[in-house]
Structures are given as C-alpha cells and as structure tokens.
C-alpha cells in the first residue's frame, strides 16, 4: 500500500519543484553547514586557511562549519577532504624545524594561560 505522503503518481521532477516553491526557490539541505566561513581576517570569516579561529590561537574548526553553503550532494567527502587537508598542514608545522611556520600552530602553556 502506497504512502498517503508519498503519491506514486507524482515523479521526482514534481517532488523537486514542489520543495523548490517552497523554500521561495532556494537552495535547501539537510546538511547543516556553515557559521564558521573562512576568511582572509575577522571581519571576512570566522576561520583562516588553517582552520584556526582568528584571535583564539589553538582553537580549530574542522567540520562542516568551515564550509559557507550547500555544496550540492552530500558534503560528506568535502567535510573529510578539509579535515585531511587540516591535518595534513598541521602535522607539517608541528614538526617543521622553521619556528616561524609553527608559530600559527604550536602554542604553549604561557599563551593559553
């Protein structure tokens, strides 16, 4: 027996245009996403290149926070691509023998205290 909230009558286009009208045409997911877009300083995102939040060193963001909108299909493999990539850059300054490229990564007692 059918679903009264699933018409088999009804094809996917419909369906689709349906939700578009009613979102007002926009872009809509279920993915929550956002809140913590990465910028060039604080007045442009919450975030920079590194994950880090600006002003609060040692605080990172590494989740769909980072990622601004709907990307379109399930952010899943975007989500887990940046957090290689934070992980990536955070091991190659942690271990980096150049104190100046670790100095947005490594951060002491002194600093957090």
Known sequence: MPSPARS????????????????????????????????????????????????????????????????GVNPSLTITAMAERFVARYAARRTSDDPARTRTFAHTTEENS
């Open 8 to 71: 088999p009558s009804r094809s996917a286009d419909d369906r689709s245009t349906c939700c578009s009208r009613a979102s007002g045409g926009k872009s809509i997911t279920a993915h929550i996403l956002g809140g913590a877009s990465m910028g060039t300083d604080a007045a442009d995102g919450v975030i920079d290149t590194d994950h880090q939040v600006f002003g609060h060193p040692g605080l990172y963001v590494v989740d769909g926070s980072a990622i601004p909108a709907n990307v």
